[in-house]
C-alpha cells in the first residue's frame, strides 16, 4: 500500500483553553496532569490528522516545566508531526501560556510524544512519510531518529550498541 506523503504543516495544530479554577493546583497555577492531558489531545489530533487513522500514544518523552501557566490565562498547544516511522509518529509540542489581561505570551514547556497509528483491528497500520519545507522542520526530523532511539533503548526495546545515530554523537 503505498501512502502520500505529508508535510508538517499539514499536520499542524493550535489547541487554545482558558485556565478555570478547577484545573489549578493550591497556587493557582495550571496543574502539570492537566497540561499533559490537554497536550495527549493536541498531539493525537496533529497525528491523526497526518496519518488520517486513529491513534494511540506509544510515548511521551521528558516534560520539564519552564513556566507556571496562571489561573485566568490562556494556554495555546501548537503541535505538529516531526517524523514518520512504519506505524509510528513523533509530535512536537509547544505551549504558550497567555495574559491576555497583561497582553503578555510565555513559554511553557515544550515536549515530544510519539503515536501509533491503528487499522480498524486495532492493529498498527503504516503511515505517509513526512516532507520538510523548513530548516526548523528539518532539525526537528533529523533529530526524532535519535529520539527515537533513546526511547527504544529506555523501554529496553533496543541494546544501546544498536544506537549507531546515537553512536556518531559520541564516537
Known amino acids: 500500500m503505498s501512502l502520500k506523503a505529508k508535510t508538517a504543516k499539514e499536520s499542524y495544530i493550535v489547541m487554545t483553553e482558558l485556565v478555570l479554577p478547577n484545573d489549578t493546583n493550591v497556587f493557582g497555577n495550571l496543574m502539570g496532569g ?7 489531545i493536541a498531539a493525537a489530533l496533529s497525528a491523526q490528522k497526518h496519518c488520517n487513522a486513529p ?3 506509544a510515548s511521551v518523552d521528558n516534560i520539564s ?5 496562571r489561573l485566568g490565562n490562556v494556554v ?3 503541535a505538529n508531526v516531526t517524523r514518520s516511522f512504519n506505524s509510528s509518529m513523533e509530535v512536537h509540542l509547544n505551549v504558550w501560556g497567555e495574559d491576555m489581561t497583561q497582553q503578555y ?12 497509528a491503528l487499522d480498524p483491528n486495532r492493529k498498527p497500520r503504516p503511515v505517509p512519510q513526512l516532507i520538510t519545507e523548513t530548516e526548523e522542520e528539518l532539525r526537528l526530523f533529523d533529530g526524532a531518529l ?3 532511539q533513546l526511547r527504544l533503548i529506555l523501554g529496553g526495546k533496543m541494546k544501546p550498541q544498536d544506537a549507531e545515530e546515537l553512536r556518531a554523537l559520541f564516537l
Not at 492537566?34 to 495527549?40: A, E, I, K, N, S
Open 146 to 148: 535519535r529520539r527515537r
Open 76 to 78: 495555546h498547544i501548537q
Open 65 to 69: 516545566f519552564e513556566n507556571p501557566i
Open 55 to 57: 491513534v494511540v500514544t
Open 105 to 116: 505570551r510565555y513559554k511553557s514547556n515544550e515536549a515530544y510524544y510519539t503515536f501509533v
Open 34 to 40: 492537566r497540561l499533559m492531558y490537554w497536550m495527549d
